[in-house]
């Protein structure tokens, strides 16, 4: 008896779910457009996915995070329509096609008690690599250095190692962070420690009162206007990344968040704009 | 004399220093979430990646992934636990190997249920990122807490009621439903709670399945953010989200609150109902 009754019930509910999925199957005349990939460019992928549906009434956007990796081997493996990817493609990734809608820079950070205002490349290579572990040998505080890095995959560390000739494994980190807020956060909440995040979210934050400086580099202030004229030497590209050449409604998302029309979007992330 | 009154104060004063950090966490999101809570943003739609606007659609998405996630979970934790305490012996093979597995699972990080979810619900039966995707990877990680409490429940009734009831003539069904279901029911109750408590809180499992868009999901097929995911993006990844996370806490310890006090209130309904009262 009682058998019979577990398994009536097990027959009910995959019923259930299967003619669930029998409606949802007939009633696709909604387009939908799925972005997976870098957290950096999900919110403002979302928010440029919101103002495209109201102009186009049979879309929805989906944006979904993860990292650049992911959105990367999403679009490849056609998981998603478009990738997010907030580095350049590297060389095996060329068969993939990229379109740049915004710019961001990575700026390095220090809490704002510290007195070092300045760290030339080789100085920052030496603290990443823990050559320098001690704050007083580059004129600072008799304090250990709290090294603050991310986590793999993340296109930040991309950037940064690229920019600094490392390598990941050559990194001694104390601190593993994923997102831009909690780099801030970690070195805002510890005066010997040094981190590196993206320039319009440190910028913004520095400015909201949170106790960090940016660090210029080359001579050059880590500032969104340095990264918007180009001079700032660490920026990257936020990229949408297709498998093949995008048809439909792909590319009408594409050509709308390189337009104009989004710029306005693209400041509110803290980001650079590129269309004029 | 003075060693007893030591002891006692050192216990007084670990106890109150537990009370004490659950009490300063409580302020602190009271404190920064208060301010921002209003009606509009219960029900509005997240604006500037969640930075103005409220939280209207994440509040649906997020009880609609609850109810898949319950509505999948009882009937099967319900029927693994009588399996395991009415059906089998003890000591028996099949249920040493059930419990086992049941052990492993429960301290299986969330996130590899997540990464589990993502990729069986998601990508091979076709569900895509969904609040089903999400509902049914959480009823999977609350399984073995459901299960484990519903047993301990049905074997906490006292063998007389199996007893008299055979004795009555009763059928082993119907003991079951007149009788060791209603008086397991507390047990029952906690045990769903406890899973809801960790479902509610969970962001690792729910970021792959259920997704990220803001959206006001149409059906269960549309991905939907859960509170924990939108708290986590906008403290995080939104440079100047801390405002709206801190609402958005104070919403989902209210949401957690509000549940529970329902779930209190229907396990006292059915024991008043019920033949047996404990």
Redesign the interface.
């Known amino acids: ?2 058998k019979l ?2 398994v009536v ?1 097990l027959i009910v ?1 995959t019923g259930a779910v299967w003619g ?1 999925l029998r409606i ?1 199957s007939n009633e696709t005349k909604i387009e939908k457009l ?1 972005l997976t990939g870098s ?2 460019i ?3 992928a ?2 440029i996915g ?1 103002r495209f549906e109201s102009f186009h009434s049979n879309v ?1 956007v ?5 990292g650049s990796s992911r959105g990367i081997s999403d679009a490849r493996a056609g ?1 998603a329509n478009i990738g997010m990817a907030s580095r350049g493609l590297k060389e095996d990734e060329k068969d993939l096609l990229n379109f740049t809608i915004a710019l961001d820079g990575v700026s390095i950070i220090l809490n704002k008690s510290n007195p070092v205002n300045a760290l030339d490349k080789q100085q920052i290579i030496d603290i990443y690599t823990g050559k320098i572990a001690n704050w007083k040998e580059v004129g600072g505080n008799d304090a250990a250095i709290t090294v603050v890095s991310k986590a793999e995959g993340r296109s930040t560390l991309e950037l940064f190692l690229h920019y600094f000739s490392l390598k990941n494994t050559d990194i001694k980190p104390q601190v593993i962070i ?5 780099g ?1 956060k970690t070195v805002a909440g510890n005066p010997d420690a040094i981190g590196y995040v993206s320039v ?2 440190a910028e ?2 520095a400015g ?1 009162g949170a106790v960090i400086k940016l660090l210029p580099l080359a001579g050059i202030a880590a500032s969104v206007e340095n990264v918007r004229n180009r001079s700032f030497p660490l920026s990257r590209p936020l990229n949408l990344v297709t498998r093949g050449e995008p048809g439909g409604v792909a590319r009408q998302f594409i050509d709308f968040a390189s337009s104009p029309q989004v710029n306005d979007l693209i400041e ?3 980001f650079v704009p590129v269309a004029h | 004399m003075i060693k007893n009154a030591l002891a006692s104060a050192l216990i007084w004063l670990i106890a109150m220093l537990i009370t004490g950090v659950f009490a300063w966490l409580l302020a602190d999101i009271i404190i920064h979430g208060l301010p921002h809570l209003s009606w509009s943003f219960l029900v509005e739609a997240p604006g ?3 930075r103005s606007g409220g939280i209207g659609p994440v509040i649906i998405s997020t009880g609609l992934i609850l109810l898949v996630a319950v509505i ?1 979970a009882v ?1 099967f934790g319900l ?1 693994t636990a ?1 399996l395991l305490s009415e ?1 089998t012996q003890r000591n028996s093979r099949l249920g040493r190997l059930v419990r086992g597995s049941l052990d492993v699972l429960s301290g299986v990080p969330s996130i590899v249920f997540g990464l589990f979810g993502n990729a069986f619900f998601c ?1 091979y039966l076709g569900l ?2 969904s609040i ?1 995707s999400g509902g049914l990877t959480l009823a999977c990680m609350i399984l073995p807490i459901l299960i484990r409490t519903a047993e301990e429940g049905l074997q906490a009734t006292p063998n007389d009621y199996r007893l008299a009831s055979a004795a009555l003539g009763m ?3 119907a003991t ?1 439903v007149h009788l060791l279901l209603p008086a397991a029911t507390p047990a029952l109750i906690a045990g769903l709670m406890l899973g809801l408590g960790r479902a509610v809180a969970e962001t690792a499992a729910l ?2 399945t259920s ?5 006001m999901p149409d ?5 939907g953010r859960a509170l924990s995911v939108h708290i986590y ?1 906008l ?7 801390d405002a709206n996370a801190y609402s958005s806490a104070l919403v989902l310890i209210l949401l957690l609150l509000f549940i529970n006090s329902i779930a209190l209130s229907l396990a006292n309904h059915w024991l008043h109902r019920s033949v047996v009262t404990v």
Do not use: C, H, W
């Not at chain 1, 994923?178 to 909690?182: A, I, L, S, V």
């Open positions: 008896m009682k009754g577990i019930t509910l669930l949802q799925v957290s950096t999900a919110p403002l979302a928010e919101k929805r989906d944006v979904q995070t993860g998981l994923g997102d831009n807020q909690q801030i319009g979210a913004y934050e909201q509110a992330q803290f | 500037n990646a969640g999948t009937p029927a009588v059906f990508i895509g990122f089903l059928s082993r069904s079951l970021i792959f997704g990220y868009v803001d959206r059906s269960l097929f549309d991905s993006d403290s995080m990844n939104v440079a100047g989200g």
